[in-house]
């Protein structure tokens, strides 16, 4: 069963008088109407002028009223005459969420139930407002109509009100404190804050649409009252008299405000007609009832196993690429400290055989310099007379063998020690080179063994999102007619293990399945037929029509936008 949110359609459902209600605020509710007032808009004439609309309303034929309406509704949201009833709805709802602050680019169900929760919330806060703004009197008045309203109200309303207050027997005092914890559980509820007389017009939605329609509660006091009566504030503490144009000019300004309250009335209004024809629909049909103000349902149990089954076989497999790399890491360690150890061998052979060269060339001058000195002694001995130059060459050459062989002893010790040094750091690479090649050898081992792991897992893994692919096509297949998914949604959905995120994407694709789809809803994506729509926040899905079907073509979170609008500009969907 496809659902449309047409909201002109669910209003005309509405009793006359509920329709008469929103027209007389709709047409009362103007500059140019109230102006009629000055210098003194009482509530009593405020009153008057309402109820002189909603008597005209309705004494015109049942089609006029339906004109009348939508011609009001029409000039509110500043729409033609010729736009669609679908067109006008999509104004009303966009207008509903731009008062509470509600993104407008996800499925028409999805807004539409978020949209009736904010409203309730905001409608239960206006009435508790104004409960506790109240004087003694008016209060002694409400307490007694909500005591009236549970004496009257079928027997099994009553009892879902208590056991929401959890007492053996529902009172007055009870139901304002149920009342109390819905709204202080609300969340997200978006608190009224507009004109001094908002939170009232909404209140007097609560009680003619919310208490009467939704929980069958009929309260002993209507709209157009409440309306005259909290209207009189345009009077202030001083009056419009004093005011003049001044505050002419104040109303002016806020009378877009004011056209939200109103349109966001005329939303709710329908919203909750739309929903009780919707539950209808499907209490008839003993279908799945798609729109209840409930927490999503958990996933099921196949699914859930094997989303859990695919986290662990996940995790396993990040634990064996971690265990890998570790191991990847000792191997590479094992070879720099073999490396660094054959590096300093080679130093110390460098260093030995620098200090051996050395020495030869000490060698060779002391054995020059000996044969210099002999061959000075030689000389001498065959000089008859002393020659004090071969004694002083002499003297030098003594002293240069000397000083070779000095030099020549200390280069050997050095030599001596850097041999020493280079059979220990022989000695250390030898060590070092069997240790190494054991610790790779093992590690390789390990290596081999978590690559095995690795590739079982991966292959696993791979099984696993395979079945969870075809799980998906065929639930999806099953439940939703009116919505196809394309690989890449479908692989979103296997890679996924977010059962929260999951639930979101299901919930969102069952309400675009549920959806009579207007073609401009959600977001365009530029040059493309595709259209974006958001859920869990950060997350977007394009999709696009064919026909009657919704393909859902990608789903991606929003830092990843940029990659997938340009994938979509890529594709030649038409």
Request: charged share 25%; hydrophobic share 40%.
């Amino acid at each position: 069963m496809q659902v449309s949110t047409n909201l002109v359609k669910a209003l005309s459902h509405c009793s006359a008088d509920e329709q008469a209600a929103l027209a007389a605020l709709l047409d009362t509710l103007q500059l140019t109407k109230l102006l009629r007032l000055l210098p003194f808009p009482t509530a009593e004439r405020i009153a008057s002028l309402i109820k002189e609309s909603k008597d005209k309303f309705l004494n015109l034929h049942p089609e006029q009223r339906q004109r009348f309406l939508f011609t009001e509704i029409v000039r509110r949201t500043k729409a033609s005459a010729y736009n669609s009833e679908e067109e006008i709805s999509l104004l009303l709802l966009q207008k509903a969420a731009q008062k509470y602050g509600v993104d407008v680019a996800q499925p028409p169900l999805s807004l539409a139930r978020e949209l009736l929760h904010h409203g309730l919330l905001s409608l239960l806060k206006g009435y508790l407002d104004s409960y506790e703004k109240a004087d003694e009197i008016r209060r002694r008045e409400m307490y007694k109509q909500v005591e009236e309203a549970l004496r009257t109200s079928p027997s099994q309303v009553v009892e879902e009100l208590r056991k929401m207050s959890g007492v053996e027997k529902i009172t007055a005092d009870t139901l304002i404190a149920v009342m109390k914890r819905i709204v202080e559980g609300g969340g997200a509820m978006i608190f009224i804050n507009s004109l001094g007389f908002s939170v009232y017009i909404a209140l007097s939605t609560f009680i003619h649409t919310v208490f009467t329609t939704l929980l069958g509660i009929t309260l002993p006091f209507g709209v157009y009252t409440t309306a005259s009566t909290v209207l009189s504030v345009l009077t202030g503490p001083v009056g419009w008299g004093l005011l003049g144009t001044m505050a002419v000019l104040m109303f002016g300004y806020q009378g877009n405000r004011l056209n939200l309250e109103l349109l966001n009335m005329v939303t709710l209004s329908a919203l909750l007609r739309w929903y009780q024809e919707i539950h209808e629909q499907q209490e008839m049909a003993q279908e799945r009832a798609i729109l209840l103000l409930s927490q999503d349902d958990p996933l099921p149990l196949p699914v859930k196993e094997r989303v859990t089954l695919f986290a662990q076989v996940r995790q396993t497999l990040q634990q064996a690429e971690k265990q890998l790399v570790d191991v990847q890491t000792q191997i590479q360690k094992a070879h720099q400290r073999k490396d660094k150890q054959q590096q300093q061998y080679m130093l110390a052979v460098k260093r030995r055989d620098s200090l051996q060269a050395q020495t030869q060339n000490l060698e060779s001058e002391l054995q020059r310099a000996t044969n210099s000195r002999n061959d000075i002694r030689k000389k001498l001995e065959r000089v008859v007379q002393e020659n004090s130059t071969l004694h002083l060459q002499l003297s030098f050459a003594e002293s240069e063998v000397h000083r070779l062989k000095e030099e020549l002893l200390a280069s050997m010790q050095l030599m001596e020690e850097a041999e020493n040094r280079r059979l220990r750091a022989e000695k250390e690479l030898e060590e070092v080179a069997a240790w190494a090649e054991k610790q790779i050898q093992q590690l390789q081992e390990q290596k081999t063994q978590a690559e095995q792991t690795i590739s079982m897992l991966r292959e696993q893994l791979h099984n696993i999102r395979t079945r969870r692919k075809e799980d998906y096509h065929h639930r999806f297949q099953r439940l939703m007619a009116y919505v196809q998914l394309d690989e890449k949604a479908l692989e979103w959905f296997a890679e996924q293990t977010d059962e929260n995120l999951l639930l979101a994407a299901e919930r969102v694709i069952l309400d675009l399945n549920y959806s009579v789809y207007p073609p401009n809803w959600g977001k365009s994506i530029t040059g493309t037929c595709f259209r974006e729509i958001h859920f869990a926040k950060d997350y977007r899905l394009y999709f696009y029509l064919r026909g009657t079907s919704k393909i859902v073509a990608l789903i991606g979170h929003k830092s990843e936008q940029k990659q997938h609008i340009h994938w979509l500009q890529q594709q030649r969907i038409h």
